[in-house]
């Protein structure tokens, strides 16, 4: 609670900063502001005691630990913002405060114990989004992301609702827990469970789906994800896509497992389609920016395998797979930044010849694909193992098989960068890389590696 | 009073409609019907306070008006909040108070902030 107080009024205060021309502090009050929230959030760890406000929020360690990834990686993104946004126009506070806006929403969409929290939380988050995506006011592309990734947005979130309205009208509440109650008082005592109930799973599952961009929902994604602003897109592919999966995660797993049975083919049916059009389509990109939206649907595949296989585990792996991807894609967001800072091109062939005049860069950017691809000794190795084991012991064998064909296919379009990179010769300049990025490079490569190597590092006890 | 409501409670807000309905459609066709009908070329064009009708309304004018249409409707859907807090004044007591001047005060912020930013300035 203390850190959506924190974010929410942080938000306002950046805002009155840009008011009063301080825009020197803006970055610094930002950082310095989230800092506080992570600390109020981690403060709370293992001190939950029941939903509050009503239940209304459920501050568990659930929400303790995805609210401590996005956090933290808002943070990394906005470190790399510095002198960002002062190229697009001048209303550079309003851009932070926006992003704080999107990210108080995320934290009530990752702790809802409440349907209508969690359509709240989706919406603070989504209409900040839609803006953010069409900053760049005189830039073609960034006027369709907005307008498209709005329309279809306003599109899902009516399904969201239309199934809200609907399971209200079955269990007569918006509570979780009293949702859950109904469902297995229902099935102890051999009652039939309303239609509408059923209906309503499904509506929430596409409107869910369309958020995470999920196949068949996913059209909008690569459109939006190209046309944004790249430090937008890194937030859109990291952050949302982590809470979309949080809150996803949540309504499923506490509140319609009763119906697990129903529900689960849906699910698995889009997780098998999303890995496959993500995997394919990526093959196919020459722009790198474009290659990383369809590989954030692949992900949102893998990622999909804990809601098909609620185990004891199914928090835990969206856990580590958030943090491995949420890592790995920073570090590629920053480079395509500095790419396109520098050659203006996010084509794969800009890459060429990276390796050797840039040996740092080029390293980041490997080990990120490798992590991205789910080579072992990354920490996208241990979030695909603990994903698949989870499937295993559910005995999806199949979908492990086709996923695992999935990743084969993901290794060919991630290694098309490292080998620009290392063995394309290019005539190039060599790219100056400022010193924030060089941290935040710094700080999710060992992220990345550590998680690799000693995933116990983690806790496992959400 | 009663728990659940069935669909026979809902039967006068069908009259309702239904009068709605069959007023409004009632009273245009009774009109078209009984009215006497003069067509000529004036007594068909649209009728503007006696101003001789000056081109298409569908044209492009400045974004302005969108600006402050919107943020009209903004703080005018917010006193709306106000009405059920008055009437629950008493049972939600200091806490509600409390709540409430947070409430008006981050409207007052935005309020500020709007004017600061020269949003209402016209030119």
Known sequence: MNALITISVLAVLVLYLG??????????????????ALFFTINHWNVFTGPTFNDMMSYDNFAVAFSGITIT???????????????????????????????????????????????IGIEIMSVSLYILAGIRKQD???????????????????????????????????????????????????????????????????????????????????????????????????????????????????CFYPLHDFWMPVILVITIITLFA??????????????????????????????VSLGSEASYGVFVYAIAYSAASIIAFAGLVLMQANTGSDSFDSFNGLGRKNPFLAFTLTVAMLSLAGIPLTAGFIGKFIMFSNALSSMHT??????????????????????????????RAELEIPLNFKVVLAISVVATILIGIWPAFLPNVI | ?????????????????????????????????????????????????????????????????????????????????????????????????????????TLLLGFFYIIKKKALDWD
């Open chain 1, 140 to 254: 073609f592309a960034s006027n369709e992301a907005a307008l498209k990734y709005f329309l279809m947005g306003a599109f899902s979130t009516g399904f969201l609702l239309f199934g809200v309205a609907l399971i209200y009208g079955a269990a007569h509440s918006f509570d979780l827990e009293a949702i859950k109650m109904h469902l297995e008082t229902n099935l102890q005592t051999g009652q039939a469970i309303s239609p509408l109930f059923y209906t309503g799973v499904v509506l929430m599952a596409v409107g869910m789906a369309f958020k995470v961009g999920a196949a068949p929902f996913h059209f909008w994604t690569p459109d939006v994800y190209e046309g944004s602003p790249s430090l937008i897109t890194a937030f859109m592919s990291t952050v949302v896509k982590t809470a979309g999966f949080a809150a996803f995660l949540r309504l499923f797993a506490t």
């Open chain 1, 73 to 119: 990686s808002t943070m990394l993104i906005l470190l790399l913002s510095k002198g960002y946004f002062e190229k697009i126009s001048d209303h550079v506070a309003e851009y932070y405060s926006i992003i704080l806006f999107s990210l108080a929403g995320i934290l009530v969409m990752v702790s809802y114990h409440n349907m209508t929290m969690l359509f």
């Open chain 1, 278 to 307: 993500g995997n394919i389509t990526a093959l196919y990109q020459n722009n790198f920016k474009r290659m990383l939206a369809w590989s954030s649907i692949s992900h949102a595949g893998y990622m999909l395998f804990a809601i």
């Open chain 2, 1 to 105: 009073m009663e728990a659940q409501s069935t669909a026979i409670n809902y039967l006068p807000i069908i009259f309702q409609i239904l009068v709605a309905l069959g007023f409004a459609v009632g009273t245009m066709a009774v009109t078209h019907m009984i009215g006497p009908k003069r067509k000529t070329s004036d007594k068909l064009t649209p009728f503007e306070a006696g101003i001789k009708v000056v081109g298409n309304a569908r044209q492009p004018f400045s974004v302005k008006y969108f600006l402050v249409a919107i943020l009209f409707v903004l703080f005018d859907v917010e006193v709306i909040f106000m009405y059920p807090w008055a009437v629950n004044f008493r049972e939600l007591g200091s806490t509600g108070m409390i709540e409430m001047f947070i409430f008006m005060g």
């Open chain 1, 398 to 427: 199949w979908l492990v098989v086709l996923a695992v064909i999935n990743a084969v296919i993901s290794i060919f379009y991630y290694f098309r960068v490292i080998v620009a990179m290392y063995f394309k010769d290019a005539e």
């Open chain 1, 19 to 36: 008011l009063y021309k301080a825009n020197k502090a803006l970055l610094p009050v930002t950082l310095l502001g989230l800092a506080v």
